[in-house]
């Protein structure tokens, strides 16, 4: 079946330095989502990615969506405490929408 | 408009219990799924439904059964509960549809099961 692995599982950064978390499928995607989980919450949706090659931002938030449609990344731009939390990509196959691991998020001030 | 609502919020089982996970939205959504979070494990699909009538297994679907007789409701049963269902429960719904499938999910429910 389909997997969606993400890397790191973990990050630490100081406050104001940059956050990549990377995502890649086992099969081609018809498009991908990105979602963020609070601690103690539920996930809510980032943003969708569907064409091949595109880029999205949203502040200091940057989505691509790899050429083939198998990878994907979110960058955050000088990382702030409110950006903690963990990102998950989500990729559809059919009717199933799979999640990554997720990767949690830790600033310090 | 609620949004997609859960119940209950936390409960604890022992094993060999049965219960139902109640899930409902008001957002006339075709979709709707649940999954179960553990630490380090992301989300993983349990069951789906792209309408009423109409289920299907997602990843992880052994131990529990779904329903669904109506657009709004989704509830998930736990035949027999086994500690191994110990986890946080999510449900989320949305539109079918290429550019309208963004998931909205409900508070979760905390399972515990002894």
């Known amino acids: 079946g389909q997997q969606v692995m993400q890397i790191p599982q973990y990050q630490h950064v100081q406050e104001g330095e940059d956050f990549t978390t990377y995502c890649n499928s086992s099969t081609t995607l018809s498009n991908i989502q990105w979602y963020k989980q609070r601690p103690g919450g539920h996930p809510v949706f980032l943003i969708q990615?569907?064409?091949?090659?595109e880029v999205k931002k949203q502040k200091r938030l940057t989505f691509q969506f790899g050429e083939a449609k198998k990878n994907s990344s979110l960058h955050i731009t000088a990382t702030q405490t409110t950006d903690v939390g963990t990102y998950f990509c989500a990729g559809h196959a059919g009717n199933m929408l799979t999640f990554g691991g997720g990767t949690r998020l830790m600033v310090k001030p | 408009n609620a949004g997609v609502t859960q119940t209950p919020k936390f409960q604890v089982l022992k094993t060999g219990q049965s219960m139902t996970l109640q899930c409902a939205q008001d957002?006339?959504?075709?979709?709707m799924s649940w999954y179960r979070q553990d630490p380090g494990m992301g989300l993983r699909l349990i069951h789906y439904s792209v309408g009423a009538g109409i289920t299907d297994q997602g990843e992880v679907p052994n131990g529990y059964n779904v329903s669904r007789s109506t657009t709004e409701d989704f509830p998930l049963r736990l035949l027999s509960a086994a500690p191994s269902q110990t986890s946080v429960y999510f449900c989320a719904s949305s539109y079918i549809g290429q550019n309208t499938d963004t998931q909205y999910f409900g508070p979760g429910t905390r399972l515990t099961v002894l």
């Open positions: 990615l569907v064409k091949s090659g």
């Open positions: 957002m006339n959504h075709e979709y």
